[in-house]
């Protein structure tokens, strides 16, 4: 009985030496991140995944660390690992989408993954901000103007999502949908619901310069630059003054 209890006690034992062991390689690469030490972060995360690899945290840092380096192929490999854990967890696609994005060779893939990332948890106003980015890239502007209806269907007090609808409708590279008056209305919209949002005054602005209206751009990136946005500084200097 006794030897029963005490081989119990090693077991227990050893699993707590475990666990905190790979903790405090985990706990020593996020010191490294804020360091922006980003090769010793990883070299951390490594030893810590040999100890624990059913960890999926330790491959989102890993492989975000990664990417810091430009080794977007490595990051892709963490995050595949990550939804191989997780098949359902949507912040493993949003990252694997932004690795095939940063790679270029595999955009269907890209966009699969934001989607799968929306479906998963659709309220996440996120997703739709880095789909955004994906259709600039693509010039989706269609798809983005859609995605960014539901989004605002689902809130419609995102200021957000109006801003960066209104952006999208007024991008001269979107000919098909371009929609001047509509793109400005959303960006009234935006600043209506959050008037201390620097960047839909600087967008704004810069729609407004576009289209002549020099007064109002100085205006708009006048308020941008109050609320923080140093660029509108640059903007007023060479168009204002």
């Known amino acids: 009985m006794k030897k029963v209890i005490l081989l119990a006690v090693?077991?227990?034992l050893a699993i707590g030496s475990y666990g905190q062991t790979s903790k405090q390689f985990e706990n020593m690469g996020l010191?490294?991140?804020?360091?922006?030490?980003?090769?010793?972060?990883?070299?951390?995360?490594?030893?810590?995944?040999?100890?624990?690899p059913r960890n999926i945290y330790l491959y989102g840092y890993r492989g975000l660390d990664k990417e810091k380096l430009q080794d977007y192929r490595g990051a892709l490999a963490d995050y595949n690992k990550m939804i191989g854990l997780d098949p359902k967890w949507d912040i493993a696609y949003s990252f694997r989408a932004g690795a095939k994005l940063a790679l270029g060779d595999d955009l269907n893939g890209a966009m699969s993954d934001y989607k799968m990332a929306i479906e998963l948890k659709p309220n996440s106003y996120n997703y739709y901000s880095e789909g955004l980015a994906f259709a600039d890239y693509l010039f989706l502007y269609d798809?983005?103007?859609?995605?960014?209806?539901?989004?605002?269907?689902?809130?419609?007090?995102?200021?957000?999502?109006?801003?960066?609808?209104?952006?999208?409708?007024?991008?001269?590279?979107?000919s098909l949908n371009y929609d001047f008056a509509g793109g400005m209305e959303d960006l009234n919209k935006?600043?209506?619901l959050d008037p201390n949002n620097a960047g839909s005054f600087y967008i704004r602005g810069?729609?407004?310069?576009?289209?002549?209206?020099?007064?109002?751009?100085?205006?708009?990136?006048?308020?941008?630059?109050?609320l923080g946005e140093a660029e509108a500084y640059d903007m007023i200097k060479e168009y204002c003054n």
Not at 36 to 48: P, S
Request: glycine fraction near 6%; proline fraction near 1%.
């Open 10 to 12: 090693l077991i227990c």
């Open 31 to 52: 010191v490294q991140e804020k360091r922006k030490n980003y090769a010793g972060a990883i070299l951390d995360f490594t030893k810590a995944i040999k100890i624990n």
């Open 143 to 174: 798809l983005a103007v859609k995605d960014f209806n539901i989004a605002i269907e689902m809130n419609p007090k995102n200021a957000d999502a109006f801003r960066d609808r209104g952006r999208i409708k007024c991008d001269i590279k979107n």
């Open 190 to 192: 935006a600043i209506e």
């Open 206 to 226: 810069s729609v407004k310069h576009r289209m002549g209206d020099k007064e109002g751009a100085c205006l708009d990136w006048s308020k941008a630059g109050e």
